[in-house]
């Protein structure tokens, strides 16, 4: 069993930043690619940022230049550090992991999501 738990999320002014993060948990014997997601309210959910295991980054355009993502393998944790945020970045941030949990075995996993609001 592999859980993926999110925090950070919360209310902000717009300009203002957050710091999100991802934990990974349970029986894991390696995590993979990593991924942040989100979704605003009558949109359909869609791929924010993503790292791979050895650190190569990839982001939304609409994104780039004002967040980082990281990932810190020996605790199996993923970070997403957002700035200059804007009241179009409201959404439900949610963690996507592919996680090895044996050797020859890899699944897929997400995280239950943390709001995000950017408002004044």
């Known amino acids: 069993q592999v859980h993926l738990v999110e925090s950070g999320g919360g209310l902000v002014q717009p300009g203002g930043s957050l710091r999100l993060s991802c934990a990974a948990s349970g029986d894991i014997y390696r995590v993979n690619a990593m991924r942040w997601y989100r979704q605003a309210p009558g949109k359909e959910r869609e791929l924010v940022a993503g790292i791979s295991r050895g650190g190569d980054t990839n982001y939304v355009d609409s994104v780039k230049g004002r967040c980082t993502i990281s990932r810190d393998n020996a605790k199996n944790m993923m970070y997403l550090q957002m700035n200059s945020l804007k009241p179009e970045d409201t959404a439900v941030y949610y963690c996507?992991?592919?996680?090895?949990?044996?050797?020859?075995?890899?699944?897929?996993?997400w995280g239950q999501g943390t709001q995000v609001t950017v408002s004044s």
């Open positions: 996507w992991a592919e996680v090895q949990v044996g050797k020859n075995y890899e699944y897929d996993y």
